[in-house]
């Protein structure tokens, strides 16, 4: 029995020793235990992108537990902690991380990961927080994150995910922060949400998600910040949330939000600091009740269509920061609209206050003065402010941005303007200001933007402007500035936008020193009165892309070297006296859109290369002994190269032979008219024949593969149309075979030759030639041969249904395009045609696109030409019974009522297919029943509900970059789709009388693009 205890006496002791060992060898415990682990690194290296080498130290020759971005617990030895965030590195999230079973923190954000997130993760049972942010994890959220039931935070922001959040996340009860922002989530907002009850942050802003906010939210009492932004949502403002006292912001801005606000919204949230839903649809008065929100700091309800009088008393949000109330209907126009301003002068901490493009009327009140010194930011444009210009303004002393333009102020600039020494951009544009520009703007030396446009400024532009070395763009056009071009302009190295001095009345010279702008994109100095010689200078300006120069008294040659100008799109010198001829230079110019040389003095050859070979973008007129040219210039021919003697002797034999060809002419007229006289129901080709080659069936059928199948591109009422490869020249056709036998083709033949003939525009479809023979079988032929449209129809891109083409979804500003070519089409024709034309067949499958996507309109086979006494009469509609042909849909009301062929029914047809590409509805739709019209349905969508009736594809394109950068974008985009719904509701009244003309058509259309673009209108 001793011997036994003794026994096991020496095994404890043993064992005791043993332990020892252990733990002062750290080293020998791990490598029986943490084996798995330094595999699984391994593992996971060989799978990455590494190019800094920061994981150059997992390797053999190091314990794991001093591997770069490895942390090991103190007991086990166990990894659990794995940081390598902000590494640059990339490649893809190996499977065997889920052997590191004992991490509790995961952190890869701010790298180039890619390829979907293992599922595998779902091992870590005790993982915390899982970090993967801004890289480009795809797929989906891995299911299996559900067996992780102690994870608290989830941060997958910033990815390329996709498809609905699980379902299974609602199980883990212990997370506190839910980040999964800026992806391509879709689906909704869960109800399981509400289970989280330790959710404190929400964040999925930036996704695809939709549907109402489920109201499980408002079961979250932990919950402290939500953000939704930049989604589908709709619905009321979502009342579950009003009872979370624990939230701090609330970010529900670009969604689809409507109603009112709750007149309590914030009474039972006195922690809010947030308050951000801009860019939705609420609408009716700012609810009083935020004068309550004590701890408010940013207010920013911006896009939507608040209205009425601002009644918030301001005086006790002593931390607001931010106040954004642009883009609404805010405002009475009346001249107390501004007196909540006062209560703004509480506001210690204000930095930015937005009022911009509302009803705000009055005058700017005085207690501007007073507001925060703290203030950097000041928007009150497009508004109805009337009055001067307070002097007090010198008190916000820390202004970066000033923008007061599109208003009706009045009286002069204020000299103490000048004492915002940190200003950075001022806005005065569009007002009624006069006086002089004050000198003291040459004090604001950071000063980066100054427009001054549209006033009536007089005197010079100051000299000390010179001082605003830090100047981008500089506008000062439409006003009354006199005196020479400012040379102290010319020394600022930074201007690069714009510099727009145009309608005004300066004068003398444009300066040597004007090369000194090497950086700027556009120059306009456009209607004034300078003259003397284009400087030489200009050519070292070699950023232009737009020069104006256009009305003025310039003279001289055009300089060899604005040559050097290679970036340059559009360049205008018309109306002016330059002389001499047009340099060959111009055409070597390839990024040249646009070049008008109108109204000067040149002679000369016109060139046929670059951007001479477009008729459409080289105005030549009021340049009479100007010769040569591309054909649709109907120039004279250039005379050959000669002695003047021999010209003088020509002369001498031509008159002769003139006046004897004029003669035999003029007999032979008289005996064709007898003969066509004589001939019964003969139809008269023959100025077809004259203007084009004619083609013979041989020469088609052998184009066309004996008019096979699988060449057929369309087929209409009259015939069918083939794609051929004509000629020695392999010039790619489109070959349309009239159907003789249908009834009416010939004479919707012969209508299409007659009126091919008289037209010639960009944006009407080109004819090659055309063929009058017999077929293979001895039967009458007819065919018209055109210029290949190389997309195909609008009704292919709308509706994808042409197999020769792979169509996409068209693009919004693709559609503008086209809607603005086919309406410049139908102008030409109205308004420009000798005699004016009716098309009377407008619709998508008749306006045909080129290898650039232009438009261009054919079918002229309904075309009907309008005498004198119609295009008097037009608007009348007078009744007739011969009436109009034409396609279901888009003929005219009034053609049923037997009304004759009109301009005002093109223009129906115009509107109906405008409404048609952006709704992408055809006008004969199964939805369109008992009464309601394609019309109908736009025009009870304005002007709140066009986003809802538009293509589901365009909403796609603007939802497709989450960025807070494309919110302006955005607002555009609903802005333009208003326009061009409302456009094409005017143009298709069921009354002629109410429709627009064409040519107005086309103004609103282009001003619409315009602004969308960003550009100046």
Sequence with gaps: MPNSSISICCLAILIWCFSLLLISCPSFSAGQTNETDRLALLAIKS??????????????????????????????????????????????LSPYVGNLSFLRYVNLADNGFHGEIPQEIGNLFRLETLALSNNSFSGTIPTNLSRCSNLIQLRVSKNKLKGQIPEEIGSLFKLQTLSVDNNYLTGQLPDFVGNLSALEVIRIRGNSLGGKI??????????????????????????????????????????????????????NLPNLKTLGIGGNKFFGSLPDSLSNASNLELLDLP????????????????????????????????????????????????????????????????????????MIQFFIGSNQISGTIPTGIRNLVNLIVLSLEVNQLHGSIPDVIGELKNLQQLFLSDNFLQGNIPSSLGNLTNLAKLVLSYNSLQGNIPSSLGNCQNLVSFDASHNKLTDAFPQQLLSIATLSLYLDLSYNLLNGSLP????????????????????????????????????????????????????????????????????????????????????????????????????????TKIPLQGNVRLCGGIDELHLLTCPSKGSRKPKITLLKVLIPVAVLCLVISS??????????????????????????????????????????????????SFGSVYKGILGQDK????????????????????????????????????????????????????????????????????????????????????????????????????????????????KPSNVLLDHDMVAHVGDFGLTKFLSSHQLDTASKTPSS????????????????????????????????????????????DAAFTEGLTLHEFATMALPEKVIEIVDPSLLMEVMANNSMIQEDRRAKTQQCLNAIIRIGVLCSMESPFERMEMRDVVAKLCHTRETFLGRRV
């Design 303 to 374: 896009r939507n269509q608040f209205k009425g009088k601002v009644s918030i008393d301001f005086s006790s949000l002593k931390n607001l920061s931010w106040l954004n109330l642009e883009m609404n209907n805010l405002g009475t126009g009346k001249t107390n609209d501004l007196d909540f301003v006062t209560f703004l002068t509480n506001c210690s901490s204000l930095k930015v206050l937005s009022l911009l493009d509302n009803q705000f009327g009055g005058e700017l009140p005085h207690s501007l003065a007073n507001l925060s010194s703290t």
């Design 47 to 92: 799978q990455l992108h590494d190019p800094s080498g920061v994981t150059s130290s997992w390797n053999n020759t190091i314990n794991l537990c001093q591997w770069t971005g490895v942390t090991c617990g103190h007991r086990h030895q166990r990894v659990t902690e794995l940081n390598l965030s902000s590494q640059r590195i990339g490649g893809v």
């Design 881 to 924: 019974s011969i009436g109009i042909r034409g396609t279901i849909g888009y003929v005219a009301p009034e053609y049923g009522m037997g009304s004759e062929a009109s301009m005002t029914g093109d223009v129906y047809s115009f509107g109906i297919l405008l409404l048609e590409m952006f709704t992408g509805r055809r006008p004969t």
């Design 667 to 716: 007999c032979l007229t008289i005996v064709y008219a007898r003969r066509r006289r004589s001939v019964h129901k003969s139809v008269d080709t023959s100025p077809m024949e004259k203007q084009f080659p004619m083609v013979s069936y041989v020469e088609l059928s052998k184009a066309t593969g004996e008019f096979a199948s699988s060449n057929m591109i369309g087929q209409g």
């Design 731 to 842: 010039m790619v056709v489109a070959v349309k075979v009239i159907n003789l036998k249908q009834k009416g083709a010939f004479r919707s033949f012969v209508a299409e030759c007659e009126a091919l003939r008289n037209i010639r525009h960009r944006n009407l479809i080109k004819i090659i030639t055309i063929c009058s023979s017999i077929d293979s079988k001895g039967a009458d032929f007819k065919a018209l041969v055109f210029e290949y449209m190389e997309n195909g129809s609008l009704e292919d891109w709308l509706y994808q249904s042409n197999d020769h083409l792979k169509v996409c979804k068209l693009t919004l500003i693709q559609r503008v395009n086209i809607a603005i070519d086919a309406a410049s089409a139908i102008e030409y024709l109205h308004h420009h045609c000798q005699p004016s034309m009716v098309h009377g067949d407008l």
């Design 512 to 615: 040597l020193k004007v090369g000194n702008l090497k950086n700027l994109v556009k120059l306009d100095i456009s209607h004034n009165q300078f003259s003397g010689v284009i400087p030489v200078t200009l050519s070292t300006c070699v950023s232009l892309e737009y020069l104006d120069i256009s009305s003025n008294f310039f003279l001289g040659i055009i300089p060899p070297s604005l040559g050097f100008l290679k970036s340059i799109k559009f360049l205008d010198v018309s109306c002016n006296n330059l002389s001499g001829q047009i340099p060959e230079f111009l055409e070597n110019l390839s990024f040249l859109e646009f070049l008008n040389l109108s109204y000067n003095h040149l002679e000369g050859e016109v060139p046929t290369k670059g951007v001479f070979s477009n008729k």
């Design 214 to 267: 489920p109201t499980t939210l408002g079961l979250l009492r932990n919950l402290v910040l939500l953000n939704v932004a930049e989604n589908q949502f709709s619905g009321m403002f979502p009342c579950s949330i009003h009872n979370i006292s624990s939230l701090e912001s609330i970010i529900l801005a670009l969604n689809r939000f409507s109603g009112s606000l709750p007149f309590d919204v914030v009474t």
